[in-house]
């Protein structure tokens, strides 16, 4: 039976640990805020991510967002200065936590802009097997709740976005829009788009340290069937003789 | 532009045409007619046979002004007045189409049997034309689609999508090219859709134009779908693709 187990068992369950493994994307972004903080027309202005579902019979994909900079300005605190969709937990303090569990999950949050905003951004990067890929996106709001007009093509205004269709999908970014006023200000807001410091990785699961152990404790296990089973060669006769 | 035109039995073009304003051509070949000048006709004499047939392919772009332009059928006695038809006195057409939609209906109208012809003579019966419109040809298994995510805009409050086509035949696909969203999950209306189905089954669906012409083999063109859904679920659709004269 031991000979079973480590012919048949731990080959397959070793063959199947890798598979425990998740492919992020992480990236840092940096948007410079100065124009903001001389627009008191638009103010205050609000930080929204929004992680939204392509297909709903497919993975789950989640967004962290955190090691928020503000460059002097400040989040407002939450519940009081938020609204979230979703079972969307965290705010700008910390870190926010979206996910594709639902349709729809995302966070607007008041905040005083400073001279430049960052994050860090982790997303996992489950891609649909459906027609369409979930989604990230991030703007910035004026106080009338539209998004600052940006050039983004689809005409959601968005900052950024990425849209999951990939293991390591592209990052897009857009400026802002000079040509079209703001919502609440009616103002032209010139700004840059966000610069992103892309690490795209491999990163375990986070249970998957354990399966790591697992995974190094089967290469111990397969190092010593490898003796046992030359030793084994030895001795199986003597087991039989003992019969 | 008007081809194909037959005049069964011993019917048959006689005489040359007599254009005004931006028309040529004949009903022995083809007649075009804009609206570059107005009023633009051409009227040619004709034997006339059992039956009448012939193909219209119409622009149908609408004007802003609120006044449609139109387009119409009469028939002409020898003193060049149109034979009276249900259509009313003034009118006297046979077809009329007023451009004032994307898809325009057309009104057929037979002979009105009280009232005499301007050249004399008694009544003249005859039926209604029947008006066939040709559909737009669904040219789906032609295309490769491909949907981007959905990103949520706070302030309009509707959903955005790209959709990119792209021809995935070896022939080139004719325009105007429209997407069709077949299936629309019950939660989300198409917020910029130009109309809904009403000639290639399955009806009633709504669709968008595209920006493209046509499109060559290998060459593709996106759409930006916006979705109202203030559920705010996932929205779900099939994709049709269409393409050519004729009516969604």
């Known amino acids: 039976m031991k000979t079973l187990f480590t012919s048949l068992f731990v080959p397959l369950l070793c063959a199947v640990l890798p598979k425990g493994a998740r492919a992020d994307v992480v990236f840092t972004v940096d948007l410079n805020t100065t124009p903001l903080v001389t627009d008191l027309a638009d103010q205050p202005f609000s930080l929204a991510f929004q992680l939204l579902q392509g297909d709903p019979a497919n993975a789950t994909n989640t967004a962290t967002i955190g090691d928020f900079m503000l460059g002097g300005g400040s989040a407002a605190p939450c519940p009081s200065n938020c609204t979230t969709f979703g079972n969307e937990s965290g705010d700008a303090t910390s870190a926010i936590h979206l996910s594709t569990a639902d349709s729809f999950e995302a966070l607007i949050q008041t905040f005083t802009p400073g001279s430049s905003l960052s994050f860090t951004v982790d997303l996992t990067t489950h891609p649909n097997s459906g027609v369409a890929p979930d989604a990230f996106a991030f703007s910035i709001l004026d106080s009338s709740l539209f998004p600052i007009p940006t050039q983004d093509p689809t005409g959601a205004d968005s900052l950024l976005s990425v849209f999951i269709n ?13 040509t079209t006023l703001t919502h609440a200000g009616n103002i032209s807001l010139t700004m840059g788009p966000p610069t992103i410091t892309a690490a795209v990785t491999t990163v375990p699961e986070p ?11 089967c290469v111990g296990i397969g190092a010593l069937r490898f003796r046992l089973h030359g030793r084994g060669a030895r001795i199986s006769p003597t087991r039989r003789s003992r019969k | 532009v008007l081809t194909n035109i037959q005049f069964s039995g011993n019917g048959g073009v006689a005489g040359s045409p007599l254009t005004a304003g931006d028309a040529w051509g004949s009903l022995s070949s083809a007649v075009v007619l804009t609206d570059a000048a107005l009023p633009s006709y051409l009227a040619q ?10 193909q219209l392919d119409l622009t149908t772009n609408v004007e802003s002004g609120g006044v449609p332009d139109g387009f119409s059928v009469s028939i002409l006695d020898n003193t060049f007045t149109p034979i009276p038809t249900t259509a009313g006195p003034g009118f006297d057409t046979v077809v009329q189409i007023y451009i004032n939609s994307d898809n325009p209906g057309a009104a057929s109208s037979a002979g009105d049997t009280t009232r005499t012809p301007a050249a004399g003579g008694p009544p003249i019966s005859f039926n209604a034309p029947t008006v066939q419109f040709q559909c737009a040809s669904d040219v789906s298994n032609s295309v490769s689609i491909t949907r981007s995510g ?22 080139t696909i004719n325009g ?12 989300a209306t198409l917020a910029n859709q130009v109309s809904v189905t009403s000639c290639a089954a399955p009806l009633g669906s709504p669709y968008i134009v595209t920006g493209a012409g046509g499109l060559a083999p290998g060459a593709n063109t996106s759409v930006v779908l916006q979705f109202s859904d203030p559920s705010k679920a996932t929205t779900t659709y099939n994709t049709r693709v269409l393409s050519g004269a004729g009516a969604p």
């Open chain 1, 166 to 178: 990939s293991t390591n999908p592209a990052i897009l970014t857009y400026a802002t829009d000079p």
């Open chain 1, 207 to 217: 249970g998957s340290f354990a399966l790591l152990g697992t995974a190094l404790a």
């Open chain 2, 45 to 54: 004499q004709f034997t006339p046979g059992g039956i009448l047939s012939f």
């Open chain 2, 150 to 171: 959905y990103v949520f805009n706070f302030g309009t409050q509707l959903f955005s999508q790209t959709v990119t086509i792209t021809n995935s035949s070896g022939a």
């Open chain 2, 176 to 187: 105007p090219i429209s997407l069709v969203l077949d299936n629309l999950s019950g939660n």
